[in-house]
């Protein structure tokens, strides 16, 4: 079975769940004695914090995405090289055969710069096939073994960057998971831990009962109440 898509449980930002928790901690901290017949330790509270600090410390998406970004220029521009040295091949099967004959069309290098990257690298291999077949011939215009061997190297690095590309994809996918999940469990926790803090001094001490609210909005903050029109 498929395993369902992991759900943020809170709406505000992974940075305000981080200080949400931090200043949570301190306010349960203050107040353990009253937590701990509650069965809520300091060593839970620790728990949390560890947590918390690992959440803080780990890769975010934009460092994710930076990565992939990266990666995907480099594939870029390896394909531009690969573009330029099989450009250099048919410019000289051009002069030998033309572009309207069989020979020009074996090699399958039609809308080269529209091709994508699967297509590219088929392209490259057979033109090195082709051009191997046809070298006497082309021989004469310039062709030398030495640029199907230049083709080759760019088509084995070309391959590599794909394939590194699709590796960052899912890694960016399995950590933006993990990272949810990471965020869930605190947030879960958190909520647990503050309910517990708000039945505590509900009927006691306001200044502390607040100290215990988490507000699930945008910003983690108190919403925006608007006023009811006057009739």
Do not use: H
């Not at 395993?3 to 943020?8: E, G, I, L, Q, S």
């Not at 981080?18 to 353990?32: C, G, H, L, Y």
């Not at 994710?64 to 410019?91: C, E």
């Amino acid at each position: 079975m498929k395993k369902p898509t992991v759900v943020r449980l809170y709406n505000f930002s992974d940075a305000s769940l981080v200080t949400t928790a931090k200043e949570k901690i301190a306010f349960m901290r203050r107040d353990v004695a009253a937590f701990t017949p509650f069965g809520i330790t300091a060593t839970l509270v620790t728990s949390l914090e560890t947590a918390t600090n690992a959440f803080l410390n780990t890769i975010t998406d934009i460092e994710a995405v930076n990565n992939q970004t990266q990666v995907t220029a480099n594939k870029d521009a390896k394909a531009d090289q690969l573009r330029v040295a099989i450009r250099a091949v048919m410019a000289r099967v051009e002069l030998q055969f033309g572009v309207d004959s069989a020979k020009y069309k074996k090699f399958g290098t039609e809308a080269l710069s529209k091709q994508t990257d699967a297509d590219l690298l088929i392209t490259g291999k057979r033109v090195v096939r082709v051009g191997t077949e046809f070298l006497t011939a082309l021989a004469a215009n310039g062709l030398t073994a030495a640029m199907l061997t230049a083709i080759t190297t760019l088509c084995t690095e070309f391959e590599a960057l794909i394939i590194d590309l699709k590796i960052k994809i899912g890694e960016r996918d399995i950590m933006q998971e993990d990272r949810v999940e990471a965020g869930n469990a605190i947030y879960k926790t958190l909520v647990k831990y503050t309910t517990i803090g708000l039945g505590i001094w509900e009927t006691s001490d306001v200044a502390k009962y607040n100290d215990y609210v988490i507000y699930n909005t945008s910003n983690g903050e108190t919403p925006e109440v608007v006023p009811e029109p006057s009739v």
